[in-house]
């Protein structure tokens, strides 16, 4: 017998299959093995099992040993990893390698086994008088704490900390107890507190509707426009509970690792312990333990972010993207994908409903549904009829026209007053973190920049460090200038540390809290920070977009946006779209519960559109607005952009490639010049990152154009050279 091998090599050279002899282990699809490859060992996925080859037996080698017990590759897995490099053109070896945890290769992580010590069946019910001593008092109490504390038996660790060692031991050598090397899992968030009650609210005529239609359906893509506080998370529940109950399994997807926690404690009030969850932020054991429950069919509900889509649960009867519109859905680095391709792809082969859950969708996603390519669902109103807050925008200019420099506005200001005296809480959003987003010379006007990227630096106090924010470098911060010598050093735009001491310094009683990139690097403190301040340990908590989305705080009543227009003045198509979605999912924080909610929306662009939409939540009117001016303009969802990005450390030797490329796909245009409507090529906007030159081909092509936009990615394909980046992808969510 031989095997069909894909090599554990990320390498377009070795992107193909290798048979090897099976050497008489008994090797199943689905199974890693080990194997030699040139002059040294290599892992590998075994993607087929077969009786000849035409391998030379002179040159067939043999599997050196296999790494798992059972497949860890699903049929279904198989077919996505075909599915994915036909479509996205990438490697196989890159796909496998989102279908495991990372760790799991070179065997970084294992089952965690401890003893275990259990009472011996034959001693549970017989009177410890006749085999303990009257003196024994240790022995008396470890068999009291076995026989009524730990029925199902204790490790031997913990006994060990609390019993007697040696009455442990009289026992084991008794017979009095077993001791065996059991299993130990590795249970995220394992003290997190439970809610004491599942409240399972009565759903309203809306919800009923949309429940009605996902669980009637067979299996359809739907979009679940609802406000914020509409209740989508309840339709989603009753989804699937319904999938459960007909014995399929669930995948619900939010768009923050921050969100996870809250979201957990929900679904295992309702689940229990039937719920997985999987992110990023989980240590490598837990996820280990985690992903293995999805395989072997013990976790029923996946819980997770971007990559939870991978979860190897079977037979799945529901799919929810939750936040729908999110960036964090699409994929950035290698290998690159499309969240919502993906679900798709899964929703056809299981027959699953796939729910798109949005209070602010994308356009592309609503023109979809108002074309008829998914079925639209409407959440039109909050629960409990509650109202949307009231959204005050305010203009800067003329604050600072008033002698206002502050980030904060006077309404804010008293606002914020109100909020605290009246022992409530309020959030604050700054979509920039740090303490200042440059430093500056006054007198030259030098910008310290990093030297590795074509970015400023960031100065973080709490480290007295500038930073760079794209390749982590860290220079000491400027106190004199390197260009004229100068010490009159001036700092840029506040970000949210900044602010956290503002707030401190204005309103010292209260408790303020930072949730950021850099306050949450440890493990746990999201939920840590989240935690806090929905006990009311804090009164404020001043956040990037991690604070955005999903949380129901019910004693927030204030909102403030500090700087709205940091995403519209953006050059992207995609800047006022993204300001409308951001401000708006902010706001819905406040207000969600009995108490009315207030915004306070700080801008220095008070007449554009966009605040207009966002004030009366008005976001159809948005969308047609904004539907209208990308048909006129040829945006999508009325075109398709594709992108191809090249970089190196060799400027000259990118170059080259980017130009082999080019020539490739002006062919393409000169024979079918009608798809196209765009075509250049230019230095990316960043044109350095980590050392590496960037530069760019930008394609804009009509709907129907995936013969070309198929042919772009082979032309990347076949133009790849040594030390040299280049991949194309299609709607980039940056253009930077």
Not at 345 to 353: D, H, S, V
Request: hydrophobic letters at 35%; glycine letters at 6%.
């Amino acid at each position: 017998m031989y095997a069909e091998v894909i090599i554990d090599i990320a390498a377009a050279e070795v992107d193909r299959i290798f048979d090897y002899d099976c050497g008489g282990f008994d090797i199943k699809r689905g199974v890693r093995v080990s194997v030699p490859f040139g002059r040294t060992k290599a892992e590998g996925f075994v993607i087929g099992i077969k009786d000849v080859t035409d391998v030379p037996p002179e040159k067939i080698k043999k599997i050196s040993s296999v790494l798992d017990k059972a497949p860890i590759i699903t049929e279904e897995m198989f077919c996505l990893m075909e599915k994915m490099r036909s479509k996205m053109h990438l490697l196989r070896v890159d796909i496998l390698r989102l279908f495991i945890p990372a760790a799991m290769r070179g065997g970084r992580v294992k089952e965690l086994t401890r003893q275990l010590a259990v009472l011996s069946e034959e001693y549970r019910d017989r009177d410890p008088d006749e085999f303990i001593r009257k003196t024994a008092i240790a022995q008396r109490e470890l068999y009291d704490y076995l026989s009524i504390d730990k029925p199902d038996g204790e490790y031997v660790s913990e006994l060990n900390k609390i019993m007697s060692a040696s009455a442990l031991r009289n026992f084991a050598e008794r017979g009095i107890v077993r001791i065996a090397d059991t299993e130990k899992r590795r249970v995220p968030y394992a003290d997190m507190p439970a809610d004491e009650d599942d409240v399972r609210h009565i759903l309203t005529d809306e919800q009923q509707k949309a429940y009605d239609a996902i669980t009637s359906s067979g299996g359809e893509t739907f979009l679940l426009h609802g406000v914020t506080g509409s209740g989508k998370t309840e339709v989603y529940m009753r989804c699937i509970r319904d999938a459960l109950d007909r014995g399929k399994t669930a995948i619900m997807l939010v768009p923050e690792i921050s969100l996870t926690p809250q979201m957990l404690r929900n679904f295992r009030n309702r689940f229990g312990d039937d719920v997985a969850v999987l992110h990023s932020a989980l240590g490598q054991g837990e996820k280990f333990d985690e992903w293995r429950k999805c395989l072997t069919g013990e976790a029923k509900v996946v819980l997770g972010a971007r990559s939870a889509i991978f979860a190897p649960l079977k037979n799945i009867g529901v799919i929810i993207i939750d936040e729908e519109h999110d960036q964090s859905y699409v994929s950035e680095r290698n290998p690159r994908y499309v969240t919502h391709k993906i679900a798709e792809w899964r929703r056809e082969y299981n027959g699953a409903a796939l729910i798109l859950g949005s209070a602010t969708p994308s356009m592309e996603t609503y023109y979809a549904a108002k074309q008829g390519r998914m079925r639209l669902l409407e959440l039109n109103g909050r629960v409990n009829k509650r109202p949307l807050p009231e959204i005050k925008v305010v203009n800067m200019c003329r604050e600072a026209l008033r002698g206002n420099r502050s980030i904060f506005s006077d309404t804010l200001t008293s606002e914020l007053k109100n909020c605290l005296d009246g022992g409530n809480q309020a959030m604050l959003f700054l979509n920039r973190r740090g303490y200042a987003s440059y430093v500056m010379c006054k007198i030259c006007g030098y910008v310290a920049k990093c030297e590795r990227c074509d970015v400023s630096l960031v100065y973080h106090k709490e480290e007295d460090r500038l930073k760079c924010h794209y390749c982590g470098n860290m220079y000491a911060p400027l106190t004199e200038c390197p260009e004229c010598g100068s010490k009159f050093i001036k700092e840029g735009y506040i970000g949210t540390e900044k602010v956290a001491d503002k707030l401190t310094e204005m309103f010292p009683s209260a408790g303020v809290l930072r949730m950021d990139n850099d306050s949450t690097r440890t493990k746990g403190a999201h939920a840590r920070i989240l935690g806090e301040f929905g006990a009311k340990k804090a009164d404020i908590l001043v956040g990037t977009q991690m604070i955005a989305k999903g949380h129901d705080f019910p004693d927030v009543t204030l909102v403030g946006i500090l700087d709205a227009d940091m995403s519209l003045h953006v050059a992207d198509y995609r800047s006022v779209e993204r300001t409308f979605q951001l401000t708006t999912q902010v706001a819905g924080r406040a207000g969600r519960a009995s108490l009315p909610g207030k915004v306070i929306l700080q801008t220095h662009t008070p007449n554009h559109y966009v605040y207009n939409y966002v004030r009366t939540g008005d976001y159809k009117g948005f969308y047609e607005k904004e539907i209208n001016l990308r048909e006129v303009t040829k945006y999508p969802p009325f075109a398709k952009i594709v992108r191809v990005l090249v970089s190196g450390t060799d400027d000259g030797k990118a170059a080259a490639v980017l130009k082999n490329i080019y020539e490739r796909v002006s062919e393409l245009k000169s024979a079918q010049p009608d798809k196209f409507i765009y075509l250049a090529y230019m230095r990316a906007p960043l044109k350095k990152i980590m050392d590496e030159y960037r530069m760019q081909i930008l394609a804009r092509l009509v709907p129907d154009s995936e013969d070309i936009e198929d042919a772009i990615y082979t032309a990347v394909d076949e133009c790849r050279v040594s030390g040299i980046t280049s991949y194309a992808e299609t709607d980039p969510i940056k253009l930077s």
